[in-house]
């Protein structure tokens, strides 16, 4: 599954317990959001983000990935934004959304 470029408004420290995710970062310009690099994190490793992050995250595997997230504020109740993935169009962060996304990969999870 692929979450979205999304970003959090507020410092994180993730940390991977099971499975793997792939980042995507992406930094604002006048044009747009524009690719900043990539960094893929496997069990047992940590990243601490900025306030200023833009991210996507994916999950290449077959199988579920297990990380503890670490938040400097109130992640559920900070306004933030999320950006179409085909358009880099960017709009108001909806929890909704990312929750229907996660429903929908549990889904296909294999059993
Ligand atoms: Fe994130």
Redesign the pocket.
Same mark, same amino acid.
């Given at each position: 599954m692929t979450?979205y470029p !999304?970003?959090?408004r507020m410092w994180?420290v993730?940390g991977i317990y099971s499975g793997r995710e792939d980042n995507a970062f992406y930094h604002r310009t006048e044009d747009g959001l524009r690719s900043r690099g990539e960094k893929t994190l496997s069990a047992k490793e940590t990243i601490p983000?900025g306030e200023e992050?833009i !991210?996507a995250?994916t999950n290449p595997l077959e199988q579920i990935t297990a990380a503890i997230?670490v938040y400097g504020g109130d992640f559920f109740d900070t306004p933030r934004s999320e950006w179409d993935p085909q358009t880099f169009q960017e709009r108001p962060f909806d929890l909704e959304h990312a929750r229907e996304i996660f429903a929908q990969a549990n889904k296909r999870r294999p059993s």
């Open positions: 979450l !999304h970003d959090h994180a993730i983000l992050v !991210h995250v997230h």
